[in-house]
């Protein structure tokens, strides 16, 4: 479903992501992991074509992710992202906020996107909440809305940012169990995170990030529990 082969992303001179190549299969959740400034963000923000890549090639469905227009409208039709700061309409409510994409990208009638919004709403646990704010609601909500937005396009995909870092700890639990959820119903998704319990007991696979290089990657109990390289084991020593 997302396709990488020999990936480079260069900022001015400096090189942030060095050749990467990874896939995600329909129905799999990856987990990505590596310390901070090793270029996962920018990984992300180039498979669903907010970054331009300058070298190699990612595929998305099979269909490559360009800087045209058309691919790049395309490409956001297909995946859907959660950012760590939910990035919601301040000035809209949950509701609104999830029809957005709906109505104005995909052109759905308003009515049927309501309803299924609602659904999705409820879906993740805020029911009674559709005319709420986003500074009416926690964190934890206001992520959950930013999940029932992404699902309302109907993506094959969806990329996560690390969800769960800009919450408070007791919400942390809501939102990876939604996240859970999507995983047993089948969605593809490719979650930045530093919840390893999450990437231990959910993910299919983890690849180990370190300074724009995919180190490792594979099962995630292996490279969770037995990883093979001396970049990876450090890592975790200090995060586990
Ligand atoms: P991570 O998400 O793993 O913390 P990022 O993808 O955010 O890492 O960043 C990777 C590297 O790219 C870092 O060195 C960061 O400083 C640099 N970087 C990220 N965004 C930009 C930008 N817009 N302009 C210049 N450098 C950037
Ligand atoms: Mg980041």
Known sequence: MICLTDVHKHYGSLEVIKGVSAEVAKGEVVCIIGPSGSGKSTLLRCVNGLEAYDGGEIRVSGTRVDRNARSIREIR??????????????????????VEGPIHVKREPRAEAQERARALLAKVGLTGKEDAYPRELSGGQQQRVAIARALAMRPDAILFDEPTSALDPELVGDVLRVMRGLAEEGMTMLVVTHEMGFAREVADRVLFLDGGVLVEQGPAADILSRPAHPRTQDFLRRVL
């Not at 995946?79 to 409510?93: A, D």
């Open 77 to 98: 039709t297909r995946v859907s992202m959660v950012f760590q700061r939910f990035n919601l309409f301040s000035n809209r409510t949950a509701l609104e906020n999830v």
